[in-house]
């Protein structure tokens, strides 16, 4: 799938939150240091899972994509289609600091590279990692 999982690369920027909207819904991605997490809230409140306590992941993604019209009817109208293949920017939340990313994806069955500014590979905390696909900038 592309990712690579380690210790935090150099650099970076200390962050304790990090938000991202979407014409129907703001996220905001808050850093816990007691969890070792990112907490999910949105709408400004806390993500709730199923079975009971607040959304989590230790790395989170924001991967700006372009967002196009999709061709697919869902309920009527046309949904946003985000366009995964191609390279572009991203940023890497993870341990309380956000890094500078590049993404890239040749073809729809391959997996997506995360690097570095530098060209690195971008190192991701051990468990789960969510990809959060964002307009580009």
């Known amino acids: 799938m592309g990712f690579q999982f380690g210790a935090a690369p150099a650099g970076g920027r200390a962050t304790q939150s990090f938000p991202v909207s979407y014409a129907a819904a703001a996220f905001t991605f808050s850093w816990s ?5 990112w907490l999910v809230s949105m709408d400004g409140k806390p993500a709730r899972a199923a079975e009971g306590g607040q959304l989590s992941a230790p790395t989170v993604v924001i991967q700006h994509t372009k967002v196009r019209t999709s061709r697919f009817l869902e309920a009527g109208s046309r949904p946003p289609y985000a366009e995964t293949t191609g390279s572009g920017t991203a940023v890497v939340l993870r341990g309380g600091r956000a890094y500078d990313s590049h993404w890239s994806r040749s073809d ?12 690195q590979p971008m190192t991701f905390a051990r468990g789960p ?8 900038k």
């Open 33 to 37: 240091a007691r969890d070792g997490s």
């Open 108 to 119: 729809p069955d391959s997996g997506t590279t995360f690097t570095t500014t530098s060209g």
């Open 129 to 136: 990692v969510w990809i959060v696909l964002a307009a580009g």
